[in-house]
């Protein structure tokens, strides 16, 4: 078997496991499903994503805040955009190690896989074993680089501008901003002054230390959070939706363009170890069979040289 023929094998096995759902070679090996334990990390990672975060500070503090830095000479009843990127870019600060440390568990994992279907393929060649694991360990490093870079790129998209087709975003806006007059009324008239307000997707809410601010502020500070809670959900969501396909996408390029082109061209050069030079070495076993046959060969040779000198000394004696 030829080194191109173990990285064909290797190739064939990666293409079942990691793109068809073909476990059949490792039947009793769950971690080799491949296709099964991706969707699992996923789905995971989806969950942990959109996990409705603890409300840490008072109700409308951080809209109110922002909207007192950025606020400008114009009529007091529109939002500054620049208020809203603010908010939207602390949300995604907040959560952009998540996608980051998702992407590099998912190669970590790829990378076992692949270190496990070489380590079969190459098994009866000691020799080479230790360079081509290798070789696939350096594929994956270089690819998780370029994974995370772009992850981190995909994140980071999110921070520059508010857009989005979905319909589901001004339907939920207008959803929760209807009891905005309401809460405004308990907040600054209701004459029983109550300690909190109940809203829909935020539960019982504090209120009575926003009784110091305007009407207009309020206004805008509870627009504000209805506008990022109402996007945020549609952030999230591309972010997962973005991570699958791309996962999917470079996963096949990885099996399908990369490995054996990388893999050769790793083996082939000498810094890498040389791992087509070392397939042309004999295995230990080989070159211990060769040294008996040599020393063999070599008996052989001088017991005919004696039996040789025997012959000649017997002819010699009888010639006389």
Known sequence: MTLMD????????????LIQGDFSEFPDEPKMHSTARLAEMLSHFSDNLQETPKEVNEFL???????DECKCVGLPNFIPRSAFLAILSHHVDDIHAKPVEFIRKIWDYIEGVLISVLS?????????QSSIKRAGRSLITKTKEQAVNRVSEM?????????TCNPDYMK???????????FIHAVLTDVKKPEKFSLAGFGEVKISHLRKYHAHLLQQAFDMKMRITSYWTIVLRRIVDNLA????????????????????AE??????????????????????????????????????????????????????
């Open 245 to 264: 396909l791309y996962l999917q996408f470079s996963v096949k390029n990885l099996v399908n363009t990369q490995f054996q082109k990388e893999i050769v």
């Open 120 to 128: 079969k393929y190459s098994e009866n060649f000691p020799q080479i």
């Open 6 to 17: 173990i990285i064909g094998s290797a190739k064939e096995c990666l293409l079942k496991i």
């Open 267 to 320: 083996m082939v050069d000498p810094r890498g170890g040389g791992g087509v030079e070392r397939m042309m070495e004999e295995s230990p076993s080989v070159a211990s069979k060769r040294e008996k046959l040599k020393k063999s060969v070599k008996l052989l040779k001088e017991s005919k040289d004696v039996v040789a000198a025997i012959v000649d000394q017997t002819s010699g004696f009888g010639d006389r």
């Open 172 to 182: 939920t806006w207008t959803e929760k901003t209807a009891t905005q007059q309401s």
């Open 61 to 67: 503090m951080d809209e109110i805040k922002i909207l």
């Open 155 to 163: 994140v980071e998209m999110e921070k520059l501008t508010d857009y």
